[in-house]
Protein backbone atom coordinates (compact mmCIF):
# COMPACT_ATOMS: atom_id res chain seq x y z
CA UNK A 1 0.00 0.00 0.00
CA UNK A 2 1.70 3.50 -0.83
CA UNK A 3 1.31 6.17 1.28
CA UNK A 4 -1.11 8.25 -0.23
CA UNK A 5 -3.61 5.34 0.66
CA UNK A 6 -1.96 4.82 4.06
CA UNK A 7 -2.86 8.65 4.42
CA UNK A 8 -6.37 8.59 3.46
CA UNK A 9 -6.68 5.28 5.69
CA UNK A 10 -5.62 7.36 8.79
CA UNK A 11 -7.99 10.11 8.18
CA UNK A 12 -10.92 7.88 8.25
CA UNK A 13 -9.96 6.02 10.92
CA UNK A 14 -9.58 9.61 12.85
CA UNK A 15 -12.69 10.58 11.60
CA UNK A 16 -14.75 7.20 10.93
CA UNK A 17 -13.39 4.32 13.11
CA UNK A 18 -16.07 1.93 11.91
CA UNK A 19 -16.16 2.81 8.42
CA UNK A 20 -12.11 2.21 8.59
CA UNK A 21 -12.62 -0.91 10.45
CA UNK A 22 -14.95 -2.03 7.07
CA UNK A 23 -12.31 -0.81 4.94
CA UNK A 24 -9.89 -2.92 6.30
CA UNK A 25 -11.48 -5.97 6.46
CA UNK A 26 -12.33 -5.41 2.74
CA UNK A 27 -9.52 -4.93 1.92
CA UNK A 28 -7.79 -8.03 3.69
CA UNK A 29 -10.62 -10.36 1.47
CA UNK A 30 -9.61 -8.63 -1.82
CA UNK A 31 -6.35 -10.01 -0.66
CA UNK A 32 -7.77 -13.63 -0.19
CA UNK A 33 -9.73 -13.62 -3.26
CA UNK A 34 -6.54 -12.63 -5.22
CA UNK A 35 -4.23 -15.81 -3.46
CA UNK A 36 -3.78 -18.97 -5.16
CA UNK A 37 -6.14 -19.91 -7.51
CA UNK A 38 -7.58 -16.49 -7.09
CA UNK A 39 -5.03 -14.98 -9.30
CA UNK A 40 -5.40 -17.64 -12.04
CA UNK A 41 -8.58 -19.91 -13.08
CA UNK A 42 -10.75 -17.99 -9.96
CA UNK A 43 -9.85 -14.65 -10.71
CA UNK A 44 -12.88 -12.03 -11.02
CA UNK A 45 -11.27 -9.14 -11.53
CA UNK A 46 -9.25 -10.09 -14.40
CA UNK A 47 -10.79 -8.36 -18.24
CA UNK A 48 -9.97 -11.80 -19.82
CA UNK A 49 -12.44 -13.52 -17.48
CA UNK A 50 -15.07 -10.89 -16.71
CA UNK A 51 -16.85 -12.19 -19.36
CA UNK A 52 -16.72 -15.79 -18.36
CA UNK A 53 -20.68 -17.31 -18.01
CA UNK A 54 -20.61 -20.30 -15.91
CA UNK A 55 -22.85 -21.63 -13.32
CA UNK A 56 -23.12 -25.12 -11.37
CA UNK A 57 -24.83 -27.29 -9.44
CA UNK A 58 -25.71 -31.00 -8.41
CA UNK A 59 -25.47 -33.78 -11.03
CA UNK A 60 -29.29 -32.96 -11.23
CA UNK A 61 -28.63 -29.77 -12.20
CA UNK A 62 -26.31 -29.93 -14.63
CA UNK A 63 -26.54 -33.22 -15.98
CA UNK A 64 -30.39 -34.92 -15.43
CA UNK A 65 -32.31 -31.38 -16.56
CA UNK A 66 -30.04 -31.64 -19.87
CA UNK A 67 -30.55 -35.30 -20.83
CA UNK A 68 -32.91 -35.01 -22.69
CA UNK A 69 -31.83 -32.35 -25.37
CA UNK A 70 -28.42 -34.44 -25.30
CA UNK A 71 -30.16 -37.39 -26.48
CA UNK A 72 -32.08 -35.92 -29.27
CA UNK A 73 -29.11 -33.43 -30.52
CA UNK A 74 -26.43 -36.67 -29.81
CA UNK A 75 -28.70 -39.02 -32.28
CA UNK A 76 -29.78 -36.43 -34.79
CA UNK A 77 -25.76 -35.98 -34.89
CA UNK A 78 -25.24 -39.74 -35.52
CA UNK A 79 -28.05 -39.72 -38.44
CA UNK A 80 -26.58 -36.90 -40.09
CA UNK A 81 -23.27 -35.59 -39.94
CA UNK A 82 -20.54 -38.15 -40.75
CA UNK A 83 -17.56 -36.97 -38.73
CA UNK A 84 -20.10 -37.85 -35.61
CA UNK A 85 -21.40 -41.13 -36.81
CA UNK A 86 -17.66 -41.93 -37.90
CA UNK A 87 -16.82 -42.13 -33.98
CA UNK A 88 -19.41 -44.13 -32.72
CA UNK A 89 -18.80 -46.92 -35.07
CA UNK A 90 -15.11 -46.56 -34.45
CA UNK A 91 -16.07 -47.04 -31.02
CA UNK A 92 -18.76 -49.93 -31.57
CA UNK A 93 -16.44 -51.58 -34.27
CA UNK A 94 -13.07 -51.75 -32.00
CA UNK A 95 -14.94 -52.58 -28.42
CA UNK A 96 -17.82 -55.06 -29.55
CA UNK A 97 -17.08 -55.85 -32.70
CA UNK A 98 -18.25 -59.04 -33.49
CA UNK A 99 -19.18 -59.75 -30.03
CA UNK A 100 -17.54 -60.60 -26.80
CA UNK A 101 -16.99 -64.28 -26.45
CA UNK A 102 -16.64 -65.44 -22.68
CA UNK A 103 -13.75 -68.24 -22.37
CA UNK A 104 -14.33 -70.03 -19.28
CA UNK A 105 -11.74 -70.09 -16.79
CA UNK A 106 -12.82 -72.01 -13.87
CA UNK A 107 -11.10 -71.58 -10.29
CA UNK A 108 -9.53 -75.17 -10.13
CA UNK A 109 -7.82 -74.75 -6.71
CA UNK A 110 -11.08 -73.04 -5.01
CA UNK A 111 -13.18 -76.52 -6.09
CA UNK A 112 -10.54 -78.88 -5.53
CA UNK A 113 -10.47 -80.51 -8.55
CA UNK A 114 -8.05 -81.84 -11.06
CA UNK A 115 -6.75 -79.29 -13.93
CA UNK A 116 -7.95 -82.04 -16.34
CA UNK A 117 -11.59 -81.90 -14.91
CA UNK A 118 -11.68 -78.24 -14.71
CA UNK A 119 -10.75 -78.01 -18.58
CA UNK A 120 -13.56 -80.70 -19.57
CA UNK A 121 -16.03 -78.92 -17.58
CA UNK A 122 -15.00 -75.42 -19.30
CA UNK A 123 -15.55 -77.71 -22.51
CA UNK A 124 -18.92 -78.36 -21.34
CA UNK A 125 -19.91 -74.43 -20.33
CA UNK A 126 -18.74 -73.73 -23.79
CA UNK A 127 -20.90 -75.88 -25.43
CA UNK A 128 -24.33 -75.25 -23.59
CA UNK A 129 -23.59 -71.79 -23.65
CA UNK A 130 -23.44 -71.43 -27.61
CA UNK A 131 -26.52 -73.59 -27.57
CA UNK A 132 -27.94 -70.39 -25.52
CA UNK A 133 -26.18 -67.38 -27.01
CA UNK A 134 -26.09 -68.11 -30.39
CA UNK A 135 -29.85 -68.48 -31.13
CA UNK A 136 -32.25 -65.89 -31.32
CA UNK A 137 -34.05 -67.15 -28.70
CA UNK A 138 -32.16 -65.33 -25.85
CA UNK A 139 -33.23 -61.86 -27.21
CA UNK A 140 -36.57 -61.06 -25.67
CA UNK A 141 -37.74 -60.08 -29.04
CA UNK A 142 -36.06 -63.02 -31.11
CA UNK A 143 -34.32 -60.69 -33.28
CA UNK A 144 -30.94 -61.21 -32.28
CA UNK A 145 -28.52 -63.44 -30.78
CA UNK A 146 -26.31 -62.57 -27.36
CA UNK A 147 -23.58 -60.88 -29.70
CA UNK A 148 -25.43 -58.21 -31.69
CA UNK A 149 -27.18 -57.54 -28.87
CA UNK A 150 -24.20 -56.44 -27.08
CA UNK A 151 -23.58 -54.16 -30.17
CA UNK A 152 -27.33 -53.00 -30.07
CA UNK A 153 -26.40 -51.96 -26.33
CA UNK A 154 -23.50 -50.60 -26.67
CA UNK A 155 -24.51 -48.52 -29.93
CA UNK A 156 -27.82 -47.09 -27.88
CA UNK A 157 -25.22 -46.55 -25.00
CA UNK A 158 -23.07 -44.59 -27.28
CA UNK A 159 -25.96 -42.28 -28.76
CA UNK A 160 -28.12 -42.09 -25.61
CA UNK A 161 -25.84 -42.21 -22.44
CA UNK A 162 -27.93 -45.13 -21.22
CA UNK A 163 -28.99 -48.59 -21.92
CA UNK A 164 -31.02 -51.14 -19.66
CA UNK A 165 -31.67 -54.05 -20.11
CA UNK A 166 -34.05 -56.29 -17.84
CA UNK A 167 -33.66 -60.27 -17.44
CA UNK A 168 -37.02 -61.88 -17.89
CA UNK A 169 -38.05 -65.49 -18.23
CA UNK A 170 -39.52 -67.36 -20.63
CA UNK A 171 -39.50 -70.66 -22.16
CA UNK A 172 -39.55 -71.60 -26.10
CA UNK A 173 -40.31 -74.30 -27.82
CA UNK A 174 -36.72 -76.54 -28.70
CA UNK A 175 -34.43 -74.11 -26.35
CA UNK A 176 -33.75 -75.79 -23.11
CA UNK A 177 -33.26 -72.58 -21.38
CA UNK A 178 -35.58 -69.90 -20.43
CA UNK A 179 -33.68 -66.74 -19.63
CA UNK A 180 -34.54 -63.91 -22.01
CA UNK A 181 -32.29 -60.72 -22.55
CA UNK A 182 -34.96 -57.44 -22.82
CA UNK A 183 -33.19 -54.43 -23.89
CA UNK A 184 -34.91 -50.89 -23.00
CA UNK A 185 -34.18 -47.36 -24.53
CA UNK A 186 -33.07 -44.55 -21.98
CA UNK A 187 -35.81 -42.13 -23.11
CA UNK A 188 -38.24 -44.94 -21.53
CA UNK A 189 -36.46 -44.69 -17.62
CA UNK A 190 -38.34 -41.97 -16.89
CA UNK A 191 -40.11 -40.31 -13.04
CA UNK A 192 -44.10 -41.00 -13.19
CA UNK A 193 -45.99 -38.63 -14.66
CA UNK A 194 -42.35 -37.14 -15.87
CA UNK A 195 -41.96 -35.28 -11.93
CA UNK A 196 -38.17 -36.37 -10.53
CA UNK A 197 -39.30 -36.13 -6.17
CA UNK A 198 -37.92 -33.21 -4.28
CA UNK A 199 -36.24 -35.58 -1.54
CA UNK A 200 -34.02 -36.50 -4.36
CA UNK A 201 -35.84 -40.05 -3.57
CA UNK A 202 -36.70 -40.65 -7.56
CA UNK A 203 -34.60 -39.09 -10.16
CA UNK A 204 -34.62 -39.52 -13.93
CA UNK A 205 -36.51 -42.76 -13.47
CA UNK A 206 -34.25 -44.38 -10.90
CA UNK A 207 -35.43 -44.79 -7.13
CA UNK A 208 -32.79 -44.86 -4.13
CA UNK A 209 -33.45 -45.56 -0.37
CA UNK A 210 -32.64 -43.44 2.41
CA UNK A 211 -29.04 -44.60 1.86
CA UNK A 212 -28.29 -44.19 -1.78
CA UNK A 213 -28.58 -47.65 -2.52
CA UNK A 214 -30.68 -47.78 -6.09
CA UNK A 215 -33.79 -50.10 -4.92
CA UNK A 216 -35.88 -49.79 -8.45
CA UNK A 217 -36.27 -48.52 -12.04
CA UNK A 218 -39.28 -46.57 -13.56
CA UNK A 219 -40.29 -47.42 -16.81
CA UNK A 220 -42.83 -45.72 -19.16
CA UNK A 221 -44.52 -48.02 -21.18
CA UNK A 222 -44.34 -46.26 -24.24
CA UNK A 223 -41.54 -44.37 -25.61
CA UNK A 224 -42.43 -40.65 -24.66
CA UNK A 225 -41.45 -39.53 -28.06
CA UNK A 226 -43.58 -41.88 -30.15
CA UNK A 227 -47.15 -41.31 -31.38
CA UNK A 228 -48.55 -44.21 -29.73
CA UNK A 229 -52.22 -43.71 -29.44
CA UNK A 230 -52.44 -44.99 -26.00
CA UNK A 231 -52.01 -44.02 -22.03
CA UNK A 232 -48.89 -43.13 -20.65
CA UNK A 233 -48.26 -45.09 -17.70
CA UNK A 234 -45.53 -46.43 -16.16
CA UNK A 235 -44.42 -49.98 -14.24
CA UNK A 236 -41.89 -49.89 -11.12
CA UNK A 237 -39.15 -53.06 -11.80
CA UNK A 238 -37.03 -53.72 -8.52
CA UNK A 239 -33.31 -53.67 -8.93
CA UNK A 240 -33.05 -57.11 -6.97
CA UNK A 241 -35.42 -60.14 -6.46
CA UNK A 242 -36.40 -59.68 -2.59
CA UNK A 243 -36.42 -63.59 -1.80
CA UNK A 244 -33.39 -64.49 -4.12
CA UNK A 245 -31.44 -61.13 -4.82
CA UNK A 246 -31.37 -61.77 -7.89
CA UNK A 247 -30.56 -58.47 -10.81
CA UNK A 248 -33.53 -57.71 -12.26
CA UNK A 249 -32.22 -54.81 -14.17
CA UNK A 250 -29.26 -53.84 -15.71
CA UNK A 251 -28.19 -50.21 -16.14
CA UNK A 252 -25.20 -49.49 -18.49
CA UNK A 253 -24.25 -45.75 -17.72
CA UNK A 254 -20.59 -44.32 -17.10
CA UNK A 255 -20.68 -42.03 -14.14
CA UNK A 256 -18.78 -38.88 -14.08
CA UNK A 257 -20.41 -37.38 -10.86
CA UNK A 258 -20.87 -38.50 -7.45
CA UNK A 259 -24.53 -39.47 -6.71
CA UNK A 260 -24.74 -39.49 -10.50
CA UNK A 261 -28.21 -42.08 -11.61
CA UNK A 262 -28.24 -41.25 -15.45
CA UNK A 263 -25.88 -41.43 -17.87
CA UNK A 264 -24.99 -38.75 -20.37
CA UNK A 265 -24.66 -39.62 -24.44
CA UNK A 266 -20.60 -40.30 -25.62
CA UNK A 267 -20.75 -37.45 -28.06
CA UNK A 268 -22.39 -34.71 -25.43
CA UNK A 269 -19.13 -33.09 -25.00
CA UNK A 270 -18.06 -32.48 -29.10
CA UNK A 271 -22.30 -31.82 -29.94
CA UNK A 272 -21.75 -28.09 -30.85
CA UNK A 273 -18.30 -28.69 -32.57
CA UNK A 274 -20.20 -31.68 -34.80
CA UNK A 275 -22.81 -29.72 -35.67
CA UNK A 276 -21.00 -26.58 -36.43
CA UNK A 277 -18.43 -28.87 -38.77
CA UNK A 278 -21.56 -30.33 -40.53
CA UNK A 279 -23.11 -27.07 -41.13
CA UNK A 280 -19.66 -25.86 -42.67
CA UNK A 281 -19.19 -28.59 -44.64
CA UNK A 282 -22.63 -28.46 -46.29
CA UNK A 283 -22.40 -25.25 -47.02
CA UNK A 284 -18.45 -25.50 -49.08
CA UNK A 285 -20.37 -28.48 -50.64
CA UNK A 286 -23.15 -26.38 -51.77
CA UNK A 287 -20.92 -22.90 -52.46
CA UNK A 288 -18.70 -25.72 -55.21
CA UNK A 289 -21.89 -27.09 -56.30
CA UNK A 290 -23.45 -23.74 -56.97
CA UNK A 291 -19.94 -22.24 -58.95
CA UNK A 292 -19.86 -25.31 -60.84
CA UNK A 293 -23.13 -24.19 -62.56
CA UNK A 294 -21.70 -20.82 -63.69
CA UNK A 295 -20.42 -20.81 -67.14
CA UNK A 296 -21.22 -17.66 -68.85
CA UNK A 297 -22.27 -13.91 -68.01
CA UNK A 298 -24.01 -11.81 -71.21
CA UNK A 299 -23.34 -7.83 -70.85
CA UNK A 300 -26.41 -6.08 -72.70
CA UNK A 301 -25.75 -2.53 -74.49
CA UNK A 302 -29.99 -2.35 -74.11
CA UNK A 303 -32.67 -3.25 -71.99
CA UNK A 304 -34.25 -6.23 -74.57
CA UNK A 305 -37.42 -8.44 -73.57
CA UNK A 306 -37.12 -12.09 -73.49
CA UNK A 307 -35.00 -14.82 -72.12
CA UNK A 308 -31.16 -14.69 -72.35
CA UNK A 309 -29.81 -17.06 -75.00
CA UNK A 310 -29.21 -20.75 -72.91
CA UNK A 311 -30.84 -19.00 -69.36
CA UNK A 312 -32.45 -20.58 -66.56
CA UNK A 313 -34.27 -24.41 -66.37
CA UNK A 314 -36.72 -25.46 -67.94
CA UNK A 315 -40.44 -24.94 -66.29
CA UNK A 316 -41.07 -28.70 -66.36
CA UNK A 317 -37.46 -29.55 -64.54
CA UNK A 318 -38.16 -26.77 -61.98
CA UNK A 319 -38.32 -28.05 -58.46
CA UNK A 320 -40.00 -24.88 -56.52
CA UNK A 321 -41.66 -22.91 -59.11
CA UNK A 322 -43.96 -21.83 -56.68
CA UNK A 323 -41.41 -19.76 -54.56
CA UNK A 324 -40.72 -16.90 -56.14
CA UNK A 325 -37.69 -15.80 -53.71
CA UNK A 326 -35.81 -19.16 -55.21
CA UNK A 327 -33.08 -19.07 -57.71
CA UNK A 328 -32.90 -22.61 -59.48
CA UNK A 329 -29.26 -23.11 -61.34
CA UNK A 330 -28.44 -25.87 -63.84
CA UNK A 331 -24.87 -27.23 -65.01
CA UNK A 332 -23.95 -24.62 -67.90
CA UNK A 333 -25.52 -21.69 -66.70
CA UNK A 334 -25.97 -18.32 -68.74
CA UNK A 335 -26.90 -15.33 -66.75
CA UNK A 336 -28.47 -12.30 -68.56
CA UNK A 337 -27.36 -8.57 -66.46
CA UNK A 338 -29.29 -5.78 -67.13
CA UNK A 339 -28.68 -2.61 -69.07
CA UNK A 340 -25.43 -1.05 -67.49
CA UNK A 341 -24.23 -4.15 -65.47
CA UNK A 342 -21.20 -5.75 -65.60
CA UNK A 343 -19.62 -8.73 -63.98
CA UNK A 344 -16.33 -8.08 -62.30
CA UNK A 345 -14.10 -10.98 -60.63
CA UNK A 346 -16.24 -14.01 -61.53
CA UNK A 347 -13.90 -16.24 -59.44
CA UNK A 348 -16.25 -18.09 -56.74
CA UNK A 349 -12.67 -19.74 -55.22
CA UNK A 350 -14.60 -23.25 -55.01
CA UNK A 351 -13.19 -25.68 -54.01
CA UNK A 352 -11.61 -23.82 -50.85
CA UNK A 353 -8.22 -24.69 -50.65
CA UNK A 354 -8.13 -24.36 -46.86
CA UNK A 355 -11.06 -26.75 -46.48
CA UNK A 356 -9.00 -30.14 -46.24
CA UNK A 357 -6.57 -28.18 -43.55
CA UNK A 358 -9.20 -26.22 -41.42
CA UNK A 359 -11.68 -29.84 -41.13
CA UNK A 360 -8.56 -31.56 -40.11
CA UNK A 361 -7.38 -29.28 -37.21
CA UNK A 362 -11.31 -29.19 -35.93
CA UNK A 363 -11.42 -33.35 -36.32
CA UNK A 364 -8.24 -33.44 -33.84
CA UNK A 365 -9.98 -31.55 -31.05
CA UNK A 366 -12.58 -33.74 -31.55
CA UNK A 367 -10.79 -37.00 -31.12
CA UNK A 368 -8.85 -35.74 -28.50
CA UNK A 369 -12.02 -35.17 -26.73
CA UNK A 370 -13.36 -38.59 -27.82
CA UNK A 371 -10.20 -40.16 -27.18
CA UNK A 372 -10.25 -41.44 -30.82
CA UNK A 373 -6.71 -40.48 -32.70
CA UNK A 374 -7.30 -38.77 -35.89
CA UNK A 375 -6.10 -41.27 -37.90
CA UNK A 376 -8.69 -43.87 -36.61
CA UNK A 377 -11.69 -41.17 -36.27
CA UNK A 378 -10.58 -40.34 -40.36
CA UNK A 379 -9.27 -43.70 -40.99
CA UNK A 380 -6.15 -41.72 -42.78
CA UNK A 381 -2.85 -43.39 -42.01
CA UNK A 382 -0.62 -41.86 -43.82
CA UNK A 383 2.41 -41.03 -41.11
CA UNK A 384 5.17 -42.70 -40.48
CA UNK A 385 4.65 -46.25 -38.78
CA UNK A 386 6.23 -45.62 -35.64
CA UNK A 387 3.08 -42.55 -35.46
CA UNK A 388 0.42 -44.69 -36.96
CA UNK A 389 1.52 -47.35 -33.85
CA UNK A 390 1.84 -44.71 -31.47
CA UNK A 391 -2.01 -43.51 -31.92
CA UNK A 392 -3.17 -47.36 -32.32
CA UNK A 393 -1.97 -48.17 -28.69
CA UNK A 394 -3.44 -44.76 -27.20
CA UNK A 395 -6.28 -46.04 -28.75
CA UNK A 396 -6.39 -49.55 -27.99
CA UNK A 397 -6.21 -48.58 -24.02
CA UNK A 398 -9.11 -46.54 -24.36
CA UNK A 399 -11.01 -49.65 -26.10
CA UNK A 400 -9.42 -52.07 -23.57
CA UNK A 401 -11.26 -50.05 -21.12
CA UNK A 402 -14.77 -50.09 -22.61
CA UNK A 403 -14.50 -53.22 -22.75
CA UNK A 404 -13.65 -54.24 -19.60
CA UNK A 405 -16.76 -52.03 -18.69
CA UNK A 406 -18.94 -53.69 -21.00
CA UNK A 407 -18.01 -56.89 -19.91
CA UNK A 408 -17.98 -56.41 -16.32
CA UNK A 409 -21.67 -54.44 -16.53
CA UNK A 410 -23.38 -56.22 -19.18
CA UNK A 411 -22.00 -59.82 -20.38
CA UNK A 412 -20.51 -61.05 -17.13
CA UNK A 413 -23.76 -61.07 -14.53
CA UNK A 414 -26.00 -62.24 -17.89
CA UNK A 415 -23.61 -64.86 -17.99
CA UNK A 416 -23.78 -65.77 -14.49
CA UNK A 417 -27.55 -65.85 -14.17
CA UNK A 418 -27.48 -68.15 -17.21
CA UNK A 419 -25.18 -70.60 -15.88
CA UNK A 420 -27.17 -70.66 -12.63
CA UNK A 421 -30.45 -71.80 -14.97
CA UNK A 422 -27.86 -74.62 -16.36
CA UNK A 423 -26.76 -75.52 -13.29
CA UNK A 424 -30.45 -75.93 -11.24
CA UNK A 425 -31.61 -77.81 -14.65
CA UNK A 426 -29.12 -79.90 -14.31
CA UNK A 427 -27.60 -79.53 -17.92
CA UNK A 428 -24.17 -78.63 -15.96
CA UNK A 429 -22.73 -80.64 -12.68
CA UNK A 430 -21.20 -77.86 -10.21
CA UNK A 431 -21.48 -79.01 -6.47
CA UNK A 432 -22.09 -75.97 -4.21
CA UNK A 433 -22.61 -73.91 -6.60
CA UNK A 434 -25.87 -72.56 -4.79
CA UNK A 435 -24.41 -73.32 -1.36
CA UNK A 436 -21.20 -71.53 -0.75
CA UNK A 437 -20.66 -68.19 -2.97
CA UNK A 438 -16.64 -68.53 -2.89
CA UNK A 439 -17.65 -71.64 -5.30
CA UNK A 440 -20.28 -69.81 -6.86
CA UNK A 441 -17.58 -66.89 -8.15
CA UNK A 442 -14.99 -70.19 -8.70
CA UNK A 443 -17.38 -71.25 -11.48
CA UNK A 444 -18.69 -68.01 -12.87
CA UNK A 445 -15.37 -66.84 -13.69
CA UNK A 446 -15.02 -66.05 -17.41
CA UNK A 447 -12.73 -63.68 -19.53
CA UNK A 448 -14.29 -61.85 -22.60
CA UNK A 449 -12.62 -61.80 -25.87
CA UNK A 450 -13.10 -59.37 -28.19
CA UNK A 451 -11.55 -58.67 -31.62
CA UNK A 452 -8.18 -58.25 -31.58
CA UNK A 453 -6.05 -55.23 -32.61
CA UNK A 454 -4.60 -54.74 -35.54
CA UNK A 455 -1.27 -55.33 -36.87
CA UNK A 456 0.75 -52.76 -38.98
CA UNK A 457 3.74 -54.66 -39.47
CA UNK A 458 2.94 -58.14 -38.76
CA UNK A 459 6.75 -59.39 -38.88
CA UNK A 460 7.81 -57.66 -36.06
CA UNK A 461 5.27 -57.35 -33.78
CA UNK A 462 4.87 -61.77 -34.14
CA UNK A 463 8.67 -61.69 -33.41
CA UNK A 464 7.98 -59.12 -30.45
CA UNK A 465 5.29 -61.65 -29.20
CA UNK A 466 7.86 -64.24 -29.42
CA UNK A 467 10.43 -62.56 -27.58
CA UNK A 468 8.26 -61.35 -24.68
CA UNK A 469 6.65 -65.33 -23.98
CA UNK A 470 10.42 -66.46 -24.23
CA UNK A 471 11.29 -64.30 -21.34
CA UNK A 472 8.65 -64.57 -19.64
CA UNK A 473 7.13 -61.35 -20.00
CA UNK A 474 3.55 -62.66 -21.13
CA UNK A 475 1.93 -65.90 -22.09
CA UNK A 476 1.01 -67.50 -24.97
CA UNK A 477 -3.14 -67.29 -24.28
CA UNK A 478 -2.45 -63.75 -23.33
CA UNK A 479 -0.86 -63.46 -26.76
CA UNK A 480 -3.30 -65.11 -28.72
CA UNK A 481 -5.95 -63.46 -27.38
CA UNK A 482 -4.12 -59.81 -28.25
CA UNK A 483 -3.03 -60.67 -31.63
CA UNK A 484 -5.91 -62.58 -33.12
CA UNK A 485 -9.01 -62.58 -30.22
CA UNK A 486 -8.44 -66.42 -29.83
CA UNK A 487 -8.21 -68.99 -27.49
CA UNK A 488 -4.37 -70.67 -27.50
CA UNK A 489 -5.83 -73.96 -25.92
CA UNK A 490 -8.39 -74.56 -28.68
CA UNK A 491 -5.71 -73.52 -31.39
CA UNK A 492 -3.75 -76.72 -29.66
CA UNK A 493 -6.12 -78.53 -30.31
CA UNK A 494 -6.99 -77.61 -33.27
CA UNK A 495 -3.43 -78.07 -34.61
CA UNK A 496 -3.54 -81.53 -33.24
CA UNK A 497 -6.44 -82.50 -35.51
CA UNK A 498 -4.91 -80.69 -38.35
CA UNK A 499 -1.40 -82.48 -37.67
CA UNK A 500 -3.59 -86.09 -37.51
CA UNK A 501 -5.05 -85.21 -40.35
CA UNK A 502 -1.85 -84.25 -42.71
CA UNK A 503 0.08 -86.84 -41.41
CA UNK A 504 -2.80 -89.69 -43.16
CA UNK A 505 -2.99 -87.37 -46.43
CA UNK A 506 1.38 -87.76 -46.68
CA UNK A 507 0.74 -91.79 -45.40
CA UNK A 508 -1.78 -92.34 -48.66
CA UNK A 509 0.37 -90.25 -50.96
CA UNK A 510 3.45 -92.02 -49.83
CA UNK A 511 2.15 -95.43 -50.50
CA UNK A 512 0.85 -94.18 -53.47
CA UNK A 513 4.03 -93.35 -54.66
CA UNK A 514 5.69 -96.68 -53.76
CA UNK A 515 3.16 -98.78 -55.57
CA UNK A 516 3.69 -96.51 -58.79
CA UNK A 517 7.80 -97.02 -58.41
CA UNK A 518 7.03 -100.97 -57.54
CA UNK A 519 4.99 -101.01 -60.88
CA UNK A 520 7.35 -99.19 -62.79
CA UNK A 521 9.79 -101.53 -61.49
CA UNK A 522 8.28 -104.36 -63.26
CA UNK A 523 9.69 -105.14 -66.85
CA UNK A 524 7.48 -105.22 -69.84
CA UNK A 525 7.96 -108.01 -72.10
CA UNK A 526 7.24 -107.24 -75.83
CA UNK A 527 4.07 -108.72 -77.41
CA UNK A 528 4.55 -111.67 -80.27
CA UNK A 529 2.59 -111.70 -83.91
CA UNK A 530 0.44 -114.68 -83.44
CA UNK A 531 0.73 -115.43 -79.26
CA UNK A 532 -0.34 -112.15 -78.42
CA UNK A 533 -3.39 -114.27 -77.27
CA UNK A 534 -1.72 -116.44 -75.02
CA UNK A 535 0.66 -113.96 -73.50
CA UNK A 536 -2.21 -112.12 -72.11
CA UNK A 537 -3.43 -115.41 -70.70
CA UNK A 538 0.00 -116.32 -69.22
CA UNK A 539 0.20 -112.68 -67.67
CA UNK A 540 0.14 -112.27 -63.68
CA UNK A 541 -3.03 -110.54 -62.65
CA UNK A 542 -0.20 -107.59 -60.99
CA UNK A 543 1.47 -107.28 -64.05
CA UNK A 544 -2.04 -106.49 -66.05
CA UNK A 545 -3.30 -104.13 -63.62
CA UNK A 546 0.81 -102.00 -64.07
CA UNK A 547 0.23 -102.55 -67.26
CA UNK A 548 -3.38 -100.78 -67.30
CA UNK A 549 -1.45 -98.02 -65.30
CA UNK A 550 1.18 -97.63 -68.00
CA UNK A 551 -1.64 -97.18 -70.71
CA UNK A 552 -3.71 -94.86 -68.75
CA UNK A 553 -0.51 -92.76 -68.24
CA UNK A 554 0.48 -92.35 -71.40
CA UNK A 555 -3.48 -91.75 -72.48
CA UNK A 556 -3.34 -89.19 -69.66
CA UNK A 557 -0.07 -87.58 -71.60
CA UNK A 558 -1.46 -87.46 -75.27
CA UNK A 559 -4.21 -85.97 -73.65
CA UNK A 560 -2.16 -83.12 -72.19
CA UNK A 561 -0.34 -83.08 -75.57
Known amino acids: MNGIARAIDGIIATVAPQFALKRAGARHKMQILNSGYGNYGANVTKKSLLGWNYAGGSWREDINE ?49 PEKAKELERKISKEWELWAESADCDMARLDNFYELQQLAFLNWLASGDTLALLPVKPRKNQPYDLRVQLIEADRLSSPNNFDTFDNQIVGGVEVDKDGEVVAYHFSKHHPLSYANERMEWQRVEAYGKRTGRRNVLHLMCRERIDQRRGVPFLAPVIEALKQLGRYTDAELVAAVVSGMFTVFIEKTEDKDGEPIGSGV ?248
Open 66 to 114: NLPTLRQRSRDIYMGVPIGRAAVNTMRTNVVGRGLMPKPTIDADVLKIS
Open 314 to 561: PEDELIDEEDETTLELAPGAVLDLGEGEKAHDINPGRPNANFSGFVEAICQQIGAALEIPYELLMKHFTASYSASRGALEEAWKMFKMYRTWLANDFCQPIYEEWLAEAVAKGRIKAPGFFADPLRHKAYCKAAWNGPARGLLNPVQEVNAAVLKVENGFSTRSTETMEMAGGDFYSNCEQLKNEEKALKEVKKIADSTEKEKKQQEAIPVQPAQPGKQEQQEQDVPEQHGAGKQQEDGEQTAGGAEK
